[in-house]
């Protein structure tokens, strides 16, 4: 298990992209040893999956598709709503921001480091909100100008497979059709917009499971990813 470093979340004042934004809770790298946590308990019972989430809750604050009780739920409640487009915006800008920025402290030889967002993430939301705030979210856009990731995934899928994804999470604050809706649309706006992005690619993840080895393997191979460092296995009937 990775270290996960104490971390403080004080309101404070940031400026992102020249943009004073305020209220966002913004990681204070403590100077004292860093704490490590393990996380222990019988089979099933969510070890893997705590250790997980609590290493990306911990990275920023957040995680996810804004899982309750991470995310402020105003944020949420925004987004089903379709309102306060800039707040939104700005928010997604400045943690994608938070999190490229933290990847350049912990950046190495050999590190394969993945971040949730992209500048293309910005501008496919776009289409969510009318065209007569385009003009003011389009400057939001700059925060993502000098993010250039090696590498962008664009998951794509069909509708059937989201609905079904989306109806197994069964969130309550979710609204199945809203959901969907809303993949369709940002959906279509990721296909028109990967090709003016460079070195971004296109998979389509129907009948791939990211919960097993094959289908994180044949992301790897779809998009080109070095190969991946582990612990070798091997029988064995005395330690040595």
């Known amino acids: ?35 490590r946590v393990a996380i222990v308990g019988g089979p099933g019972i969510g070890k893997s999956t705590l250790v997980r989430q609590l290493g990306d809750l911990y990275h920023n604050g957040s995680y996810g598709e804004g899982e309750k009780g991470v995310w402020d739920p105003r944020v949420l409640q925004d987004i089903e709503e379709g309102r306060n487009a800039v707040g939104v915006t700005v928010y997604f ?3 994608y921001d938070a999190n490229y920025r933290d990847a350049a402290d912990h950046d190495g030889p050999g590190k394969v480091i993945f971040f949730e967002g992209a500048r293309i993430t910005l501008e496919a939301h776009l289409a969510e909100y009318p065209s007569e705030e385009h003009a003011e979210l389009r400057k939001v856009l700059s925060m993502g100008n000098d993010w250039n990731p090696d590498r962008v995934i664009v998951l794509t899928s069909s509708t059937d497979t989201i609905d079904k994804h989306i109806r197994q999470r069964n969130r309550a604050y979710e609204g199945v059709e809203n959901m969907v809706r809303r993949f369709r649309l940002i959906d279509g706006e990721f296909r028109r917009l990967a090709p003016r992005y460079p070195n971004t690619i296109v998979i389509n993840r129907d009948g791939l499971e990211f ?9 790897i191979a779809l998009a080109g990813l070095p ?6 296995y091997e029988p064995m009937d005395r330690y040595r």
């Not at 470093?5 to 004073?20: H, K, L, M, Q, T």
């Not at 919960?211 to 992301?219: E, F, K, Q, S, V």
């Open 227 to 232: 190969p991946f460092r582990e612990i070798p």
């Open 1 to 35: 298990m990775g270290q996960i470093r104490s971390a403080a979340f004080p309101p404070s004042r940031e400026r992102f992209g020249g943009r004073a934004v305020a209220g966002l809770f913004v990681i204070r790298r403590a100077l004292q040893s860093a704490m």
């Open 93 to 95: 800008a400045a943690l």
């Open 211 to 219: 919960h097993d080895r094959a289908g994180l393997t044949h992301i």
